[in-house]
Structure formats: structure tokens, C-alpha cells
């Protein structure tokens, strides 16, 4: 159907202010490809009855539909590559209902993470997920994508907080799986499934949250190291310390030279790697955790720094959270790949990633999070040098290639999306990836929901 015939159908179906131009920033996401979509129209439905007559008219007109969050995606999973209508969830940011006493909100697609969390902290309690970009980052995104972060070491990734979900399912059926129970048998985990799905399976309208009480007191610790085997001794000494830390962290030598000049904590001239582990609860749990971090940090180390105060405590997260703008000034342009291991194998890949560097002439770092094996391995290049971008973009497949080898998957977090596109069935081998197949057909048969993404 041609695009203008699109949007004139469209008018019919949803009111008309739900019908916006086609602005750039809906045709692109953050996975820093530089790759812009086209889309027929762009749709910011301000009902759940409207979600629910675009899939019914989808079906009916074989157009596709891409849901899109807040468009801090990093796979291409919500770039309409192949036209369609682009369908925005920023409109439905109904907190529909809050009950701290019972640890639970449900809120809709397109409230964002920082409002969530926001929420949560002033009535004393602690939505986990921190996948960055909060202010930016919506609810429904969140879940597409199984979103994880820092604190995912502990307290797990989206999945683990998803309690049920509302969504439109073809060809345009509005349906509610699981509910705000704390334990619930009764069906095939559903809500597990759209959870990551990546908006392939239904579009997601809201989500029942589950809160915990907020932690008293977070104390991160941070040790220094000479180098990769040193510092990933220092992570496995952490896990066999017996203390739960909130958060393992990681960061190369080459990320540590990038990011000295805005560090919050001394760093040695020789450094050459870090890890950041925190120690969260009361105030007695959290100080003595932080101890018992520290001792195990300590040996080999060539520094061991234990932030204290509020304002240190944030700065340190700052400039940990900020890390990617730094290291992508320093050629103008860095692919990253968030491809995760086991623990067992994360020294393998650590020594690898700068050997896939020196194969493709491309400089390589990595950081991440280094309890999960889970590795932001990047690669720098000039965006005026499109021979450097391919290098940049061939270093990411064999580093697909290491994180296979080793055992691991080739995403942690980020997700599959456009960008990894084939990479899911290396990864799961035909059975695995059949079933898939199956359950997409089973559940959108027409193949219409964000397209050429995922499978």
C-alpha cells in the first residue's frame, strides 16, 4: 500500500492527532550504525483501543508495524527498515495504579524508567533494572529488549520484575498473562516470552512491576590492577568471598586510559584493569560487605579505593554510567557489542578482544559487567574512513565468532534486533532455532510485527 494511501487509511482508524510527521529521530535508534529506516507513517496512539485497531487494520492491510520505546536501543530493533508504520509508545504514561505497601505498581508502555524509579525511591522502595538512558528509556522498550545493567548481577534483569503484561497480540486481541501475584503456576510463562520478544511477538501496553524495599546503604569498592588476569582473579576471589555484591564491574586498560582524566578515584599509571564491586543493605550488612569486598579486591592489587560518601558513591556511577562518550570521542565513532561468557572463559575473551583489534587494525576495548561474563568489547574507527567502519564492523563478527567458541551468546543485553540478524540461529543451532520459528508463527502468523528483526 502506498504511503500516502497509508496514511489516509490510517485516519480512519486511529484519531488524528495520533497521526505525526515522519521525523528522522523515529527512523534511527542508538546502535550507532549510522543506518536511518524508512517508514510509511508514524502512529503515537494515546489508547490501548487504539493499539488494538492498528493491529486489526495491520492484518486486515498486510502492513507491518514497528513498536518503538524510547529509541535508546542498541541491535536495530526498532528501526523501520522496510517501511511499515511505525508505532510510538510515549502517549500511553499512565502510572494506572501504585501500592507500596504491597511492593507493586503497574504503569504503561511508555512511562519512562527514571519515572519508575523515581517513584519507587520517594515512597522507600527500589525498582532494580538500570539500563541506562532512564530519563529517555521507556517501560514497554524495557521489556522488549529484557533490559539488564549494572545491578542485573544481583537483583537480575527485567524478566525478574515483570510480574504480567498487557498486550496486543495478532490480529488484534488485547490480552493479559500473568497478574500481580507473587506465585503463579498455572500457565506457560507467557509473560517470560514477551519479555525480549523485541516487539515480534505483541505490542506491549503495560506491565505489573515488581518493587523491593530500597537498600539503606550502597558502598561500592574499587581495586586496581596490572592487568587482565590479575583483575579477573580479583572478580572470581569476589564470588567466593561469600558477600552478594550488588554489582561486578569492569573496565580494560585501554578503557582506563580513556577515561583518567574524569576519574572520581586515583589511578596507578600502570593500571590495566579495574573492577568496581559494591556491597548494598542496612547499614551493618552494607559496611561489612564492603569490608569483605575490599579483602577480597586487595590481594594483587595495585590500589584499592572504598568511596564512602553520598557524593563519592555517585560520582564514581557517573562516570562509570558515562564511559561511552568518552571512549567513542577519541576516533569519532566505536562499535560495541555486548556479547556475555561464562565466568570461567572471561579472562579467554578479555585477552582476545585486543587481538581482534590488532587483526582488523581497529583500536579495541572493553568494559561491562563483569559478574554476569558479560563484555562490551568496542571498536574505534574514523566515521570519514568507511574502510575503518568495516574493519570496526568485521572485528564485532569475530568477536560473535570468540563469544560462540567460548561458550557464551552473542548478546547479554542489547538484544538481537536488525543488527545481529542471523546470529541467533548460529547460536541456538535448527532445533532451537525452529522452535522459535514456531512460536513467532503461532503467534503472529502474517509475519507483520517488526519485521526482519530477531528471527
Not at 507513517?41 to 524510547?70: F, H, K, Q
Not at 515512597?123 to 538500570?130: T, V
Not at 568489547?377 to 568495516?390: K, V, W
Amino acid at each position: 500500500m502506498p504511503a500516502d494511501f497509508v496514511v489516509a487509511d490510517l485516519a480512519a482508524v486511529v484519531s488524528p492527532e495520533s497521526i505525526v510527521p515522519i521525523d528522522p529521530s523515529f527512523l534511527s535508534d542508538l546502535m550507532g550504525r549510522g543506518v536511518v529506516g524508512t517508514a510509511d507513517a508514524v502512529v503515537l496512539p494515546s489508547t490501548v483501543d487504539e493499539v488494538v485497531a492498528l493491529v486489526r487494520w495491520s492484518y486486515a492491510n498486510d502492513v507491518p508495524l514497528i513498536p518503538r520505546g524510547g529509541g535508546t536501543g542498541l541491535a536495530g530493533a526498532a528501526v523501520p527498515f522496510d517501511g511499515g508504520v511505525v508505532v510510538g509508545f510515549e502517549r500511553l504514561n499512565r502510572v494506572r495504579s501504585f501500592d507500596p505497601l504491597l511492593w507493586r505498581m503497574e504503569v504503561e508502555a511508555g512511562v519512562t524508567t527514571a519515572t519508575v524509579q523515581q517513584l519507587a525511591r520517594e515512597n522507600g522502595l527500589r525498582f532494580p533494572p538500570d539500563p541506562g538512558a532512564a530519563e529517555q528509556s521507556q517501560i514497554g522498550g524495557n521489556v522488549a529488549c529484557n533490559a539488564g545493567g549494572p545491578h542485573a548481577f544481583k537483583y537480575g534483569v527485567m524478566r525478574h520484575w515483570v510480574m504480567g503484561l498487557e498486550a496486543v497480540v495478532p490480529p488484534g486481541e488485547l490480552v493479559r498473562v500473568g497478574r500481580p501475584v507473587r506465585k503463579d503456576v498455572a500457565a506457560y510463562d507467557l509473560t517470560g516470552l514477551l519479555v525480549g520478544s523485541e516487539g515480534t511477538l505483541g505490542l506491549v501496553t503495560a506491565a505489573w512491576l515488581r518493587l523491593i524495599p530500597a537498600p539503606e546503604l550502597e558502598l561500592p569498592v574499587v581495586g586496581v590492577y596490572a592487568g587482565v588476569d590479575d583483575g579477573v582473579a580479583a572478580v572470581e576471589r569476589t564470588l567466593a568471598s561469600g558477600v552478594v555484591a550488588s554489582a561486578i564491574e569492569f573496565m580494560d586498560g585501554a578503557t582506563i586510559a580513556v577515561a583518567r582524566p574524569s576519574s572520581p578515584v586515583p589511578l596507578d599509571p600502570g593500571a590495566g584493569f579495574l573492577v568496581i564491586a559494591e556491597a548494598d543493605g542496612d547499614e551493618a550488612e552494607a559496611k561489612r560487605g564492603a569490608t569483605e569486598l575490599a579483602a577480597a579486591l586487595s590481594e594483587d592489587a595495585l590500589a584499592v579505593h572504598r568511596p564512602e560518601t553520598p557524593a563519592e558513591v555517585e560520582a564514581l556511577w557517573r562516570w562509570r554510567g558515562g564511559i561511552s562518550l568518552p571512549i567513542r570521542d577519541v576516533r569519532g565513532g566505536a562499535y560495541s557489542e555486548d556479547v556475555a561468557v561464562p565466568l570461567d572463559r572471561l579472562a579467554e575473551l578479555l585477552h582476545e578482544v585486543p587481538e581482534l583489534g590488532r587483526r582488523h587494525d581497529v583500536p579495541a576495548l572493553a568494559f561491562g559487567h563483569a559478574g554476569d561474563g558479560n563484555v562490551h568489547a568496542t571498536f574505534l574507527f574514523s566515521p570519514d574512513s568507511p574502510d575503518e567502519a568495516g574493519r570496526a564492523d568485521a572485528a564485532c563478527h569475530a568477536l560473535f565468532d570468540a563469544a560462540l567458541r567460548l561458550g557464551g551468546t552473542v548478546t547479554g543485553e542489547h538484544g538481537i534486533g536488525r543488527l545481529k540478524l542471523g546470529q541467533l540461529e548460529r547460536q541456538l543451532g535448527a532445533g532451537g532455532y525452529g522452535l522459535h520459528l514456531r512460536v513467532k508463527d503461532a503467534f503472529d502468523p502474517k509475519g507483520l510485527l517488526n519485521p526482519g528483526k530477531k528471527l
